[in-house]
Structure formats: structure tokens, C-alpha cells
T-cell receptor, first 110, second 115 residues
Framework: GQQLNQSPQSMFIQEGEDVSMNCTSSSIFNTWLWYKQDPGEGPVLLIALYKAGELTSNGRLTAQFGITRKDSFLNISASIPSDVGIYFCAGWGGAQKLVFGQGTRLTINP | ETGVTQSPTHLIKTRGQQVTLRCSSQSGHNTVSWYQQALGQGPQFIFQYYREEENGRGNFPPRFSGLQFPNYSSELNVNALELDDSALYLC??????????????FGPGTRLLVL
């Protein structure tokens, strides 16, 4: 099935470091979303982006909707242990269909 | 806590069997979407139900079917199970049916293992 290209697939960082991950697609999307999934849980929405070029923050998280509408990035500043988990980007192109990336697994060394 | 519940939490079936998974939506939500998440992958859209009617479908064969009830709870049925159907099945409830993707709240999922 169709998926977005998300990178990196995994990250191992020290507590306090900043994190950056991105997502690209061959298709244009009208909305970009970033989710976090913890073990045994469903994805939880972190940030939603609705306009090309939009930059949105949610606490230590910042995400941007690419100008071409084919990419997005998520930054996490000053990482803490509870940031551990799998982060997914998702694109919404209509037809009630949300397309997800493969995920970025974040591991933090205290 | 999203208010979305799924049952059962885990399930083991054998190839060729049929399975029914259940989802209870967040109060007031009239739309439910189902996703399949294989190990190490992102969720893939199966279909969506809005006010008891199918309202969009992903690239899944007809042996994947669903129902939404008047109280907006939902079922996912899979017939003739195959080994590749082993996955985490997620449901997400939302309000509106059209363009309300950002308000989708996911349940914890049902992990299905097909032997």
C-alpha cells in the first residue's frame, strides 16, 4: 500500500539533545499530521498542519508543512525520557484516507 | 485515555478462520476508521464508516468487511484469514465524516496472530 518515506528509521540520542525527523511523498497532501505511538497504545496526535509553509509548535515540538506540499519535518528540542516512542507522519489527501509513514523509533540514553 | 476502546486485546486464529474485532467510539463520535498496522510499519487505512455507511476504503480485499451500529460502535470482520493478516488492528473515532481527520482518536488496538 501507499506509504510516506519517513527518515530516519531509528534514532539513538542523549537526553537533552534536539531531534529532527522528516517525511517525504511523491504525492501532494492537503494536511500533514504527526503522531506518537507508545507500546501497547494507539497513535496520539501531536501536531496538525493545514497550509503549505505553515510552522506550528506544541511545547518542545515544532513541525512544518513543506512549500511543495510533499514533505514535512518534526523537531523535538531538549529531549526527555518520556519522548521515547515511535513517531509517525501522516498525510491527508482526501477520500477519507490517511496515509502513514513507516515511523521513526526514538531511543534516549539518560 | 482517548475514550476509544477495542476488544479483544489479543487474539490467535488459524489460517482460513474468520475473526470479528470490536470498537467502541468516543462519546458523540459518528465516524470510525479502521487501520491495519503490521509489525514495524505505519498503520494502513482499511475503511471508514460514517453514520452506518461505508465512507471510503483502502486497498484491502472484500474479505475485510465492517459494520457500524446505531450507537456508532463498530466491527471489523475478516474472512478466510491468511498469515499476512497478522497485525495490530486499530480503530479511530472522529466527528463529522468529512475532512475531520485531525480529530481522529485511536484505540489501543487488537493484536491478531494468524497461525
Amino acid at each position: 500500500g501507499q506509504q510516506l518515506n519517513q527518515s530516519p528509521q531509528s534514532m539513538f540520542i542523549q537526553e537533552g539533545e534536539d531531534v529532527s525527523m522528516n517525511c517525504t511523498s511523491s504525492s501532494i497532501f492537503n494536511t500533514w499530521l504527526w503522531y506518537k505511538q507508545d507500546p501497547g497504545e494507539g497513535p496520539v496526535l501531536l501536531i496538525a498542519l493545514y497550509k503549505a509553509g505553515e510552522l506550528t509548535s506544541n511545547g518542545r515540538l515544532t513541525a512544518q508543512f513543506g512549500i511543495t506540499r510533499k514533505d514535512s519535518f518534526l523537531n523535538i528540542s531538549a529531549s526527555i525520557p518520556s519522548d521515547v516512542g515511535i513517531y509517525f507522519c501522516a498525510g491527508w489527501g482526501g477520500a477519507q484516507k490517511l496515509v502513514f509513514g513507516q515511523g521513526t523509533r526514538l531511543t534516549i540514553n539518560p | 485515555e482517548t475514550g476509544v476502546t477495542q476488544s479483544p486485546t489479543h487474539l490467535i486464529k488459524t489460517r482460513g478462520q474468520q475473526v470479528t474485532l470490536r470498537c467502541s467510539s468516543q462519546s458523540g463520535h459518528n465516524t470510525v476508521s479502521w487501520y491495519q498496522q503490521a509489525l514495524g510499519q505505519g498503520p494502513q487505512f482499511i475503511f471508514q464508516y460514517y453514520r452506518e455507511e461505508e465512507n471510503g476504503r483502502g486497498n484491502f480485499p472484500p474479505r475485510f468487511s465492517g459494520l457500524q451500529f446505531p450507537n456508532y460502535s463498530s466491527e471489523l470482520n475478516v474472512n478466510a484469514l491468511e498469515l499476512d493478516d497478522s497485525a495490530l488492528y486499530l480503530c479511530a473515532s472522529s466527528l463529522g465524516g468529512q475532512g475531520a481527520v485531525e480529530t481522529q482518536y485511536f484505540g489501543p488496538g487488537t493484536r491478531l496472530l494468524v497461525l
